[in-house]
């Protein structure tokens, strides 16, 4: 059975739910990552970005929010709409498809990777291939925040290793011990991976749990 998105955004508007706590932990990242880039435009991307409320929340009242640019890029047509609407017009949304290499033609290389909501949603070997391809949508010296739950078996062990192999160096982990959600946020600290078209990196199981 094929998950209803929309439905479960609404997840978020629970006072003290896993989800709203985790939204809180990502908006620290985005908050830190963009103020501690140098002055200039700032590139983001945000990969299967729902409706846009991490990255768009943060836009609202940051200072260097007039020097963000980027894409959103999400499949479900509702939520891109919403995100849409909500986002200003330096932020392009993309309704298309998140795991083709082809959705960021124009929008790479990213300062700001947002991989929030994603990796929960496939099978390890995919993401593997997820985390190992991010450089190649990243600017060096780029951050990407990404989540997971820890569900055993837990596999952010793997994930932070692949990350480490991949030439990004660990920033902060958040893991809190009464909740099985998870923020990473890692900075690619060598040489990105070449871009190129045509690359497929992950396909959504239907039956993925939640907390993701």
Same mark, same amino acid.
């Given at each position: !059975?094929?998950?209803?998105?929309?439905?479960?955004?609404?997840?978020?508007?629970?006072?003290?739910?896993?989800?709203?706590?985790?939204?809180?932990?990502?908006?620290?990242?985005?908050?830190?990552?963009?103020?501690?880039?140098? %002055?200039?435009?700032?590139?983001?991307?945000? !990969?299967?970005?729902?409706?846009?409320? /991490?990255?768009?929340?943060?836009?609202?009242?940051?200072?260097?929010?007039?020097?963000?640019?980027?894409?959103?890029?999400?499949? /479900? %047509?509702?939520?891109?709409?919403?995100?849409?609407?909500?986002?200003? %017009?330096?932020?392009?949304?993309?309704?298309?498809?998140?795991?083709?290499?082809?959705?960021?033609?124009?929008? #790479?290389?990213?300062?700001?990777?947002?991989?929030?909501?994603?990796?929960?949603? !496939?099978? /390890?070997?995919? #993401?593997?291939?997820?985390?190992?391809?991010?450089?190649?949508l990243c600017s060096r010296g780029a951050t990407v925040i990404w989540t997971r739950h820890r569900?055993?078996?837990?596999?952010?062990?793997?994930?932070?290793?692949?990350?480490?192999?991949?030439?990004?160096?660990?920033?902060?982990? #958040?893991?809190?011990? /009464?909740?099985?959600?998870?923020?990473? !946020?890692?900075?690619?600290?060598?040489?990105?991976?070449?871009?190129?078209?045509?690359?497929?990196?992950?396909?959504?199981?239907?039956?993925?749990?939640?907390?993701?």
């Amino acid at each position: !059975m094929t998950r209803d998105w929309r439905e479960w955004h609404q997840q978020y508007e629970q006072s003290g739910s896993a989800l709203q706590r985790r939204l809180a932990a990502v908006q620290r990242g985005i908050r830190a990552a963009l103020g501690a880039r140098p %002055p200039g435009k700032i590139r983001v991307i945000s !990969m299967c970005a729902g409706d846009g409320r /991490d990255l768009l929340g943060v836009l609202a009242d940051h200072p260097r929010a007039g020097d963000v640019v980027g894409r959103l890029v999400e499949l /479900d %047509p509702a939520l891109a709409a919403a995100a849409r609407r909500a986002a200003p %017009p330096e932020i392009e949304v993309s309704c298309g498809d998140a795991s083709v290499s082809d959705a960021y033609a124009g929008a #790479v290389p990213a300062d700001l990777l947002l991989v929030c909501g994603v990796l929960g949603n !496939m099978s /390890d070997a995919d #993401v593997e291939r997820t985390v190992r391809a991010l450089s190649s949508l990243c600017s060096r010296g780029a951050t990407v925040i990404w989540t997971r739950h820890r569900r055993p078996p837990d596999l952010t062990v793997s994930i932070r290793r692949w990350f480490g192999e991949s030439g990004f160096d660990e920033l902060e982990f #958040v893991a809190p011990a /009464d909740s099985l959600y998870s923020v990473g !946020m890692h900075r690619l600290a060598g040489a990105p991976r070449p871009w190129s078209r045509g690359e497929r990196w992950f396909t959504f199981v239907a039956n993925a749990e939640p907390n993701t």
